[in-house]
């Protein structure tokens, strides 16, 4: 029997809606409370039970929006991280008796270098060297293998490593066609020039002849060099250069380099070398202002006109307190007291100008100290130090105050660099004789 569409048994489709609204009602015998005790149960369990391929999935999904922003913030957070830490990884030395740790942190690595000034001799025409600090990194590379083989391991009194490497770089650069050492106790310098120059000869003044010392340890002689010593021996300015250079075939004399390591006054040395025709000259200790056995051009450069240059004997001054300071820190450093003597004479050593180990000592005033600097001035055509091969807090040298030192080739906080170079194999106390070694070029014109 067909039913009549008003009849109450007839019952209408059941819409989506109702179905989804149905499934979503409580149980009709179910309280108030026992309702919300089970939400609070759904919602524990979600938080707590969901698989771990939810919380990735909403993860890859969301970057999957927003592209590659993120990882590129996260890698951007790193750099500048690294970066703005970097130099606090920075080594302080074991070795000094007083903690560096506070003193680095006041005035800081890298102003620490040269902060004190940096008296730096002016040439006639404002020429530099052509070498740049990548040419002299490349150079450490080469050298520091050469280094380890040197005879001499221990050459106490004599050249560390930063002036051997300032020596062999320079002689191998300017490829001199001969080359003279004034001074070469065990015979260290004269391994290094031949290091660098393999067949040029080499003509040495020394009072004691290198093999004497073979007696007592090791020592070097040279197969291919003239060695004017013992009863032989002859002071670099009474020698006819003239007749040598003819001997040897020199015609040329800016073919020819000078090493002084003689410990006489660089001004009488400089003065002979120029009289003789001579242009290209290395001074091994180019003692700072205060130090030294002997006046050198560091400290005949040294004048008020300067940049870095000049000094007052005020005892309340900035620069007192500074030293005194640095006076515990630094073997070789110089306080106000040791640098000026009687009347405020701080130029040369205390108003005087050493000659010959000290042997010799003649006060000057300041007036002659300043034509000294004049006449100087009037020869040079280049002047440059040696820079320090690294910084002390990854040398963990002592000796040299930084303060009045030029930029390290390897700076403070650059330890991925010196090791890289090898200079962590070498042993720490053949940094510690650095002396603002300097190359000149002079000449009339």
Not at 203 to 212: D, E, N
Not at 219 to 227: H, I, K, L, S
Not at 283 to 304: A, K, M, P, V, W
């Amino acid at each position: 029997m067909l039913l009549s569409p008003s009849s109450s048994t007839q019952r209408s489709p059941t819409k989506m809606l109702d179905r989804v609204l149905s499934s979503r009602r409580y149980a009709p015998y179910a309280d108030d409370s026992a309702v919300e005790n089970d939400v609070v149960a759904d919602e524990s369990k979600t938080k707590k039970h969901l698989p771990f391929s939810f919380f990735t999935t909403r993860i890859t999904n969301y970057l999957t929006r927003t592209g590659p922003v993120w990882p590129c913030l996260l890698v951007l957070a790193l750099v500048l991280l690294l970066i703005f830490n970097s130099r606090r990884f920075v080594c302080v030395s074991p070795y000094d008796p007083v903690s560096r740790t506070g003193f680095f942190g006041f005035d800081g690595l890298e102003s620490d270098i040269g902060s004190l000034g940096v008296p730096w001799c002016r040439s006639k025409h404002g020429k530099t060297v052509e070498w740049t600090t990548k040419d002299l990194i490349k150079g450490l590379e080469v050298f520091i293998p050469i280094y380890e083989t040197r005879p001499i391991k221990n050459n106490m009194y004599g050249m560390g490593f930063d002036h051997s490497f300032g020596l062999w770089f320079i002689a191998q650069w300017l490829k001199p066609d001969l080359m003279i050492e004034s001074g070469a106790f065990k015979g260290h310098s004269t391994w290094v020039l031949r290091q660098a120059m393999p067949d040029a000869p080499i003509i040495t003044l020394t009072p004691k002849h290198p093999g004497k010392f073979l007696k007592k340890g090791p020592a070097y002689v040279d197969g291919n060099c003239t060695y004017f010593t013992g009863k032989d021996f002859l002071d670099f300015g009474n020698v006819n250069w003239g007749k040598v250079m003819k001997k040897h075939g020199i015609t040329d004399l800016s073919r020819v380099l000078i090493f002084f390591d003689d410990h006489q006054n660089e001004l009488k040395r400089i003065t002979q070398a120029l009289k003789a025709g001579f242009q290209h000259i290395i001074f091994e200790d180019n003692y700072d202002t205060g130090t030294g056995d002997h006046y050198s051009l560091r400290q005949i450069c040294d004048q008020s006109y300067i940049r870095g240059g000049g000094h007052s004997c005020y005892k309340d001054s900035d620069e007192a307190r500074i030293r005194s300071k640095r006076k515990k820190f630094w073997e070789k450093a110089v306080d106000i007291e040791e640098l000026c003597g009687p009347g405020e004479a701080w130029w040369g050593v205390r108003g005087y100008m050493h000659d010959n180990f000290t042997k010799s000592s003649k006060k000057i005033s300041y007036s002659e100290h300043f034509r000294n600097s004049r006449f100087v001035e009037s020869i040079l055509d280049v002047y440059w130090e040696v820079p320090p091969v690294a910084g002390p807090s990854l040398t963990h040298q002592t000796r040299y105050d930084p303060a009045r030192a030029v930029t390290p080739i390897v700076e403070d906080g650059r330890y991925g660099l010196f090791n890289r170079l090898g200079l962590t194999r070498l042993d720490p106390s053949v940094f510690n004789g650095y002396t603002q070694m300097v190359y000149v070029q002079i000449s009339n014109q």
